[in-house]
């Protein structure tokens, strides 16, 4: 039997919102171990002028606890 954990990061790019979810589960793998899925909860742009100037994406990471 395993049981699942789930933690939510937020996480942002200048280039877009797939560039803001790789660096996102990039860092999260850096201290979760035994990442086994994702999905994104929410997206959001922070606008300056008239032009997106960030993309960013609230994440829920699904881990594996080690027993």
């Not at 954990?5 to 996480?11: F, G, L, M, P, S």
Request: glycine share 6%; proline share 0%; no cysteine.
């Amino acid at each position: 039997m395993s049981i699942a954990k789930v933690t939510e990061i937020i996480a942002s790019s200048e280039k877009s919102f797939e560039d803001a979810i790789e660096q996102g589960i990039a860092r999260a793998s850096k201290t979760i171990q035994g990442i086994s899925g994702a999905w994104v909860e929410s997206q959001k742009v922070l606008v300056e002028d008239g032009e997106i100037t960030e993309y960013r994406v609230n994440l829920k990471i699904t881990f594996v606890l080690k027993s």
